[in-house]
Nanobody, 124 residues
Framework: QVQLVDSGGGLVQAGGSLRLSCAAS????????MGWFRQAPGEERQFVAA????????FYANSVKGRFTISRTNTENTVYLQMNSLKPEDTAVYYC?????????????????WGQGTQVTVSS
């Protein structure tokens, strides 16, 4: 059983920054792919970023490339999402997720465990 706890969301003005955190517990964290997704009201859950188990390989949605950075600290079982140059269209509930694979999936169905989500609101 894996438990993921998201935190770090909030209200920020356009152009600002936020850092999301996801603390994992329950089993070996260091050998799984971790991802971030987001979901705005009335929309499907959307891939944002993901990191391989060792953090060497990362992948980003085009909409956030160059602005967001995913990182992980396996010794602390934590994955982060640094979000810079935020835009109003980044407003959503953000979820971290774990996939028991060495690949980097971008579809929600490939991830078996999810955090509870943290709200990010970017005002114009």
């Amino acid at each position: 059983q894996v438990q993921l706890v998201d935190s770090g969301g909030g209200l920020v003005q356009a152009g600002g920054s936020l850092r999301l955190s996801c603390a994992a517990s329950g089993r070996t964290f260091s050998r799984t792919t971790m991802g971030w997704f987001r979901q705005a009201p009335g929309e499907e859950r959307q891939f944002v970023a993901a990191s391989s188990w060792n953090g060497i390989r990362t992948f980003y949605a085009n909409s956030v490339k160059g602005r967001f950075t995913i990182s992980r600290t396996n010794t602390e079982n934590t994955v982060y999402l640094q979000m810079n140059s935020l835009k109003p269209e980044d407003t959503a509930v953000y979820y971290c997720a774990e996939a028991d694979t060495i690949l980097i999936p971008t579809t929600p169905g490939r991830y078996g465990y999810w955090g509870q989500g943290t709200q990010v609101t970017v005002s114009s």
